[in-house]
């Protein structure tokens, strides 16, 4: 938990991994590919404060205990999602697999959350994997890689037709919460990889399942943020919004916040660090600080406060969880209101909170 | 009387790409970073190393990029040989030898991409023209100007206004001084009253978007190489 001004925040660290990427699990005749995406993912850390940076070797590889004390000793978390990340084709045990961070996390119960994950082009043996799976882990919720090369494809859409059996299957299985990660390298290659267009669809298609677009859809927010405002179901990670931007382009940090604000609202935004890429720490101090600055350039955006933050910080979350939130960090009924969502061709009035 | 320069010089060089754009970020490469060298011969053979934010960046616009530094030097007046290479990234090879063999994106991408760019170019550039569409309007609105009503022979004249009529007009949308302000960038149809607060709004979250993306690409660059790149400057 956090407190700052007589305020006590409940946090959920809405995604963040405990991986193995050191060359020992590289993949041989991947290695490029192995050691380019640590790379790229230790590159992403240089856009946080000089004092947070780790040695490259340090990232690659950190241990339980160093998880532990960043997380939840140092970092003000009370919850944790672990959000999987599989990558086999790179790496022989997975980056971060549920069973590698369910090993860890079974040492510490009621701190961690196992989300699970699925591959459509795994066919039958993916969907017995999966039954597997939310059996053993408890799973609520799935993170979903569309941009995960499988033997050959470079990725895959959510409206393929494996896709719909397999979020059909979860939904059956229980599975509520649906984390979906746009990354580069989808298939076919002359298409946007980023497009979000399939998150649409399938967010209509299935209205009882939540979409949490992770990054909120980073590097097409606007895409992002047309398609969240008109579905009651989707929502905004904000894991590397805060992490990349806050500290590194403050001015564009405000920007991005106010139309998220704008556009999805504060009931619908989540606060995830993505460690390892940036430790909570220095997130959860400076977001609970963060105040949208006096420039004419930002005077229409809705502001932030401190309801709509502790929503943000962890209160929204555990309503996907369900997970249980002691009365002091709860907010009094009618706290806050969300941010103005704009109803198609009609300004709605800033509520402010 | 002096003979005519027949040699490109690295001044020319530099001019020439400037004129190539990210056409994720609508800005030079050049200014970007990405250039991390260019030399041209005395007897003409230009050689341009490019570089990017990470090694994972999208191969498609890489594809783009690379191929429209090829066509800029190539069409140099002295240029005879160009050799253009994108360092340090996964679809290097892939990119540099399509390029090299003029085999467009779907030959030098076998398998993985069904069309050419022009439709992903042609997305892009209506990001663009939305993003200008921000960048002229926000001052017009500040002074209380009639947006629906402006043509673009009414709008004072600036580098955001030309930057916007130059994207039109790549996109064959009407760019004259007669044309309406503000257009939908995919039809060409006057934006009405009861569309203009959403399109102003989605106008401005692209130009948003598009500036956030700038900037953590240009962070991300900054931590992969020290130096600056030829013709850099700050966003």
């Known amino acids: 938990m956090y407190e700052s001004n007589g305020e006590k925040y409940f946090v959920v660290d809405g995604h963040m ?42 990232f690659e590889k950190y241990s339980e205990d160093d998880l532990m004390k960043d997380v939840f000793e140092d970092g003000y978390v009370d919850v944790a999602i672990f959000q999987p990340t599989y990558l086999k084709e790179w790496y022989k045990e997975g980056f971060n697999t549920t069973e590698r961070n369910a090993l860890m996390g079974e040492k510490h119960p009621g701190r961690f959350v196992y989300n699970t994950r699925w591959d459509p082009r795994d066919g039958d043996a993916g969907i017995e994997q999966l039954k597997r799976n939310v059996d053993r882990f408890g799973s609520r919720g799935a993170k979903l890689y569309t941009a995960e090369w499988n033997a050959g494809s470079r990725g895959y859409k ?15 299985l229980g599975i509520k919460n649906v984390h979906v990660h746009k990354g580069p390298t989808i298939w076919p290659l002359d298409k946007d990889a980023f497009d979000v267009a399939d998150v649409d669809h399938v967010a209509t298609d299935f209205p009882e399942l939540n979409f949490i677009v992770e990054h909120v859809g980073l590097p ?22 805060i992490g990349g931007l806050m500290h590194a382009r403050p001015k564009f940090f405000a920007k991005v916040m106010g139309e998220l604000l704008f556009w999805v609202g504060e009931d619908k935004m989540l606060f995830g660090s993505d460690y390892a890429i940036w430790e909570p720490k220095w997130q959860v101090e400076g977001f609970v600080a963060w105040e949208m600055p006096d420039d004419s350039e930002l005077s229409d955006y809705p502001r932030l406060g401190v309801a709509g933050k502790k929503k943000i910080m962890g209160l929204n979350a555990a309503k996907l969880y369900d997970i249980k939130v002691p009365d002091e960090f709860q907010l009094p009924a009618g706290s806050g209101t969300p941010g103005a969502q704009e109803v198609l061709g009609q300004e709605q009035p800033v509520a402010g909170s | 009387m002096t003979e005519p320069l027949t040699v490109a010089g690295p001044r020319a060089l530099l001019e020439a790409l400037e004129t190539v754009r990210d056409p994720e970020l609508d800005e030079p490469i ?42 800029a030097v190539s069409a140099l007046p002295g240029v005879r040989s160009t050799s253009v290479i994108l360092a340090d990234h996964f679809a290097s090879d892939a990119i540099n030898g399509g390029v090299a063999a003029q085999a467009g994106f779907v030959r030098s991408f076998d398998g993985e991409a069904v069309a050419e760019l022009d439709q992903l170019r042609a997305d892009f550039l209506r990001k663009a023209v939305m993003a200008g569409t921000d960048q002229v309007s926000r001052p017009l609105l500040a002074a209380g100007a ?70 953590i690409c240009r962070g991300m660059l900054r931590h992969r190489y020290s130096t600056p790149g030829q013709g850099e400057t700050d966003q």
Not at chain 2, 179 to 191: H, K, N, Q, R, S
């Open chain 2, 30 to 71: 050049t200014s970007l970073g990405f250039v991390a060298s260019c030399t041209v011969s005395a007897d003409g053979d230009a050689q341009v190393s490019l570089r990017l934010p990470t090694y994972f960046c999208a191969p498609n616009f890489a594809y783009l990029m690379v191929a429209d530094a090829y066509d």
């Open chain 1, 220 to 241: 097409r927010i606007e895409d992002f943020c047309f398609m969240a405002t008109q579905e009651p179901n989707v929502y905004a990670g904000l894991a590397v919004v």
């Open chain 1, 17 to 58: 991994h405990y991986w193995n990427a050191a060359p020992d699990n590289w993949v041989p005749g991947a290695e490029n590919y192995a050691e380019g995406w640590i790379k790229c993912f230790h590159a992403y850390q240089g856009l946080g404060p000089p004092e947070t940076h780790w040695s490259l070797e340090h």
């Open chain 1, 158 to 172: 959510l409206t393929d037709p494996a896709s719909y059996r397999f979020l059909e299957a979860a939904q059956n």
């Open chain 2, 146 to 215: 009639d947006l629906l009503a402006m043509t673009l022979g009414q709008v004072p004249p600036s580098r955001a206004l030309a930057r916007l009529r130059e994207r039109r007009a790549e996109l064959g949308l009407p760019a004259g001084d007669d044309a309406p302000l503000l257009i939908d960038p995919v039809t060409g149809v006057p934006v009405g009253a009861e569309d203009l607060p959403l399109h102003l709004r989605r106008a401005r979250v692209t130009r948003v978007s598009i500036e956030a993306n700038s900037g």
